[in-house]
């Protein structure tokens, strides 16, 4: 059974650093690209950031230069560090694996990880 466990999230005042984690199971993801998303209450999902199976990275532009996307195929698991942490990120935070082929079907998603900046 495939199954996605968020964990790191948390409450911190701004400009400070969270390190999120995804432990994903019941599958070998080596060859999926992986991603995080976030969503809050009332808004869009928003793509955060991508890492694909030759670990190339994308990032949406308002985590640029704060935000980096890990993965380890070894032990299954998907990282976002996210620093210099801004109110606007307070979100929940849900890593997702795609369709091979791509970074854009969801195949599987995780039940996410709450992020709470306060200014």
């Known amino acids: 059974q495939v199954q996605l466990m968020e964990s790191g999230g948390g409450s911190v005042q701004a400009g400070g650093s969270l390190r999120l984690s995804c432990a994903a199971s019941?599958?070998?993801?080596?060859?999926?690209?992986m991603g995080w998303v976030r969503q809050g209450p009332g808004k869009e999902r928003e793509g955060v950031a991508t890492i694909d199976s030759d670990y190339s990275t994308t990032y949406t532009d308002s985590v640029k230069g704060r935000f980096t996307i890990y993965r380890d195929n070894t032990k299954n698991t998907l990282d976002l560090q996210m620093n210099s942490l801004k109110p606007d990120d307070t979100e929940m935070y849900h890593c997702?694996?795609?369709?091979?082929?791509?970074?854009?079907?969801?195949?599987?998603g995780g039940q996410g990880t709450q992020v709470t900046v306060s200014s």
């Open positions: 997702e694996i795609y369709a091979l082929g791509g970074c854009e079907r969801i195949a599987w």
């Open positions: 019941g599958y070998t993801y080596s060859q999926f690209c």
